[in-house]
């Protein structure tokens, strides 16, 4: 498994990056390569890949810049787009509430799920019965953590 992943040294295309992760798929699901290795491996590789975008995002941007708003370069269109400005609502009294209440609300949701068949959960602030929500499912995951060395 010492080779993956073979990116090419020229330009890259949409085609290419699927011909990639279908070699890989495909690898993975006939055996040739054992999918908890590749999966370890690969998450290893998006930190690593996520740690460099991040590291070299000013370096990047600055030599983007010399190009123009807009180039094409190694088999991509390049577009360099300013920061928006957007308003913090954090600084809004009203907003601030509304959120603490629908945490409140989340709790209380919460608690009530907890206890469905046991107790019923009351909200203080109206003397109501809190509704019991039906259960949602998330998707069952794998999650790898690295060792510190």
Known sequence: MNHLVTIPKSDISKADIADIATGLILRIEEGEVNPIAAHVRLKAVVKALEQVLKATEDIVRDEAEKHGKTFSA????????????????????????????????????????????????????????????????????????????
């Open 74 to 149: 190694f088999g991509a269109e390049i577009q360099v787009k300013e920061g928006a400005l957007t308003p913090d609502y954090t600084h809004d009294q009203v907003w601030s509430d509304l959120q603490a209440s629908m945490k409140a609300r989340e709790e209380l949701l919460k608690m009530a799920f907890r206890n469905a068949g046991k107790a019923t959960v009351y909200d203080e602030s109206t003397g109501e019965a809190v509704p019991v929500c039906p259960a949602k499912g998330t998707k069952p995951s794998i999650a790898v953590t690295f060792k510190a060395s």
